[in-house]
């Protein structure tokens, strides 16, 4: 492949996940509602992908084991801090019908969410191998993006897990409210 071609597909790649982030950010500044029913479903879809990310990054010729550990936890932790923020920074409010929340992110968990994203790159871009195209070099890919996986699964499940709060606390409001 050339190095045109192979910038295209890079800009390319880069367009697709600047409009999925766009469209991410801007409705997490929409009033939503959130129903328990449909609150694990992503948390959950994460963490199986994140398992079968740090299996593949494992089961490489050239793993690092210890990259792909430091990875997943430095992820986990810099996910549970990301999903704490989000949470603190969501406004809720009854939604009018059981086991639901409405939900409304501001500008804070915008800044919140590309503040995580951009630091995960400046780490990918600093870790980055001399040989990308080496063995070792794609395992070192697959360990920084089991991290990655592994970041935003954890902030969803403590994301997760506040909505949950949320949702419990605002259902005897919602309740007393109906009478």
Do not use: K
């Not at 951009?118 to 697959?142: E, I, K, T």
Request: some cysteine; charged content about 10%; aromatic content about 8%.
């Amino acid at each position: 492949m050339s190095g045109n071609t192979a910038m295209n597909g890079n800009l390319l790649t880069l367009a697709i996940v600047a409009i999925v982030v766009v469209r991410f950010l801007m409705r997490e500044l929409r009033t939503r509602v959130v129903r328990a029913s449909s609150l694990w479903i992503r948390p959950g879809i994460l963490v199986l992908l994140t398992a079968f990310v740090a299996f593949t990054s494992f089961s490489l010729p050239s793993s690092d084991t210890a990259l792909t550990v430091l990875a997943l936890c430095g992820g986990a932790v810099a996910g549970a801090i990301t999903g704490a923020l989000v949470v603190r920074s969501t406004s809720f409010a009854p939604a009018n019908e059981p086991a639901a929340v409405r939900a409304r992110g501001s500008f804070a968990t915008v800044a919140i969410w590309l503040i995580a994203l951009l630091l995960r790159f400046a780490v990918r871009y600093v870790l980055s191998p001399a040989d990308p195209h080496s063995a070792a070099g794609q395992a070192q890919f697959f360990a920084l993006n089991s991290g990655l996986v592994a970041l935003v699964a954890a902030a969803f499940v403590v994301v997760a897990l506040g909505f949950h709060r949320a949702i419990a606390r605002l259902a005897g409001t919602a309740q007393a409210a109906s009478r």
